[in-house]
């Protein structure tokens, strides 16, 4: 017969056996899974890939809407609300095509950037844009997605979905749009800036077209084409269009 003592060890040694087995059992079976694929077992399960997840898709609000469009009259992309806007690159060049950033250094008397587009994004930003919402080509919807990932990037989306242009809104997004200033009312980047009281102006007429509250203005006669379209008095026209350039990109 064994001893009171000898069983009571015995008992202690089983129940710490069985708990250890229990322990090893989930990294068993993890192994057991990553032999998939590499000579395992054929049993084992096959582990498929998941798919890959929708883009994200911002709602397009009068608010969020006259922001964008205060963002374009702030970059020198507005052109009158026309989508030529979009293909706009830094210095008013036009982009052959809207089927991706053209990501192209272009040059000026004393700046040189790759910006493009309504909102003018530099190649690094738009790459983070893409990933993010996981949207592909460079179309007027896509941008503006783009832009309303930027503006809740920094914080500011509770801010415009206000319906008032702030100077603190203002200041949320100087780091993103140089144009914007900040609340001394300077760039964030050292670059030529809008003043905030012309941004507001903007904002709250382009709110209450919007909104319906204004009529929208009738649309000007069409003038008839400049040529020869090389010449310099067509191409002063055409940079008058558009309005004017801030020596700005989206950081």
Same mark, same amino acid.
């Given at each position: ?7 009571? /060890? ?11 087995? +229990? ?30 997840? @929708?883009?994200?898709?911002? +709602? ?35 982009? @052959? ?12 008397? /004393? ?24 949207? +592909? ?21 509770? $801010? ?12 949320? $997004? +100087? ?68 309005? @004017? ?5 989206? $950081?």
């Amino acid at each position: 017969m064994t001893p009171p003592r000898i069983r009571f /060890r015995s008992g202690l040694a089983l129940s710490l056996g069985v708990a250890a087995l +229990a322990w090893q059992a989930p990294s068993a079976q993890a192994q057991a899974l990553e032999l998939v694929g590499s000579g395992g077992h054929p049993h084992t399960a096959m582990a498929l890939p998941l798919p890959p997840p @929708p883009p994200r898709i911002f +709602a397009i609000t009068p608010e969020r809407r006259a922001l964008l469009n205060t963002i374009r009259y702030a970059e020198g992309t507005w052109a009158g609300g026309d989508d030529i806007g979009y293909r706009i690159m830094f210095g008013g060049g036009l982009m @052959p095509s809207l089927e991706r950033h053209p990501d192209r250094v272009v040059r000026t008397a /004393r700046y040189a950037s790759a910006a493009a587009g309504a909102y003018q994004f530099m190649p690094f930003t738009w790459n983070l844009v893409t990933r993010s919402l996981g949207i +592909a080509e460079f179309g007027p919807q896509v941008q503006d997605q783009g832009a309303i990932f930027l503006i809740q990037r920094r914080g500011a989306l509770a $801010l415009a979905d206000q319906g008032s242009f702030t100077r603190q809104l203002a200041a949320k $997004l +100087a780091p993103e749009w140089a144009s914007f200033p900040t609340l001394a009312g300077h760039s964030y980047y050292g670059q030529p800036v809008k003043r905030f009281h012309d941004l507001k102006r903007f904002y709250d007429d382009n709110l209450a077209r919007l909104r319906g509250q204004l009529p929208v203005a009738a649309a000007e006669p069409a003038k008839p084409a400049c040529t020869p379209a090389t010449s310099l008095r067509c191409q002063l026209e055409n940079l008058e269009r558009l309005g @004017p350039k801030s020596r700005t990109s989206s $950081l």
